[in-house]
């Protein structure tokens, strides 16, 4: 069987991994399925568009200068080709729905990824552990003083608001 070699950047790689693999698929099954439908239908199987703003996607923050760097950083710091993306989905939605600035900064660890993050004029660290993949902790300072809240992810807004 043929091979083929694709270049392209790291945002849309993570970000096409992100998806394929909640799709139940590779990126090499993807590929070729993108292939199949352009022989199929003679031509690019979707249309060819200009638009004079750019969409967000469901995948904003996989596509993120933040989130990319942290790659980055992970994969340099442990020595590793890849981070399974899926594990961060829950926090990803949640940081999407509050609306989080895009001056954020992430660290990815094994089992833990940690964001700072500002909202709403205050800054924030949300420590997120993924074997507990419905709660966060969000640490904040004020006066001073620390303060930390355990929180369920879907209450992170409202919690956010509460310091």
Do not use: W
């Amino acid at each position: 069987m043929p091979t083929i070699q694709v270049r392209t950047d790291d945002q849309t790689k993570i970000a096409s991994t992100a998806l394929f693999e909640r799709l139940g698929i590779t990126m090499s099954e993807a590929i070729n399925l993108f292939l199949r439908q352009a022989v199929m239908r003679g031509g690019i199987p979707f249309a060819l568009t200009i638009t004079e703003e750019r969409h967000e996607t469901s995948a904003g923050i996989l596509e993120s200068e933040a989130f990319i760097d942290a790659i980055k950083r992970y994969k340099s710091i442990n020595n590793k080709a890849d981070f399974d993306v899926t594990k961060l989905e829950p926090l990803f939605v949640a940081l999407e729905a509050i609306g989080s600035d895009k001056n954020m900064r992430m660290t990815l660890q094994e089992n833990a990824a940690k964001v700072r993050l500002g909202f709403k004029g205050r800054e924030y660290v949300l420590d997120y552990n993924f074997e507990e993949p419905d709660t966060v902790f969000i640490l904040s300072r004020k006066d001073g003083k620390l303060f930390v809240k355990d929180c369920d992810l879907a209450d992170i807004g409202r919690t956010l608001g509460l310091f």
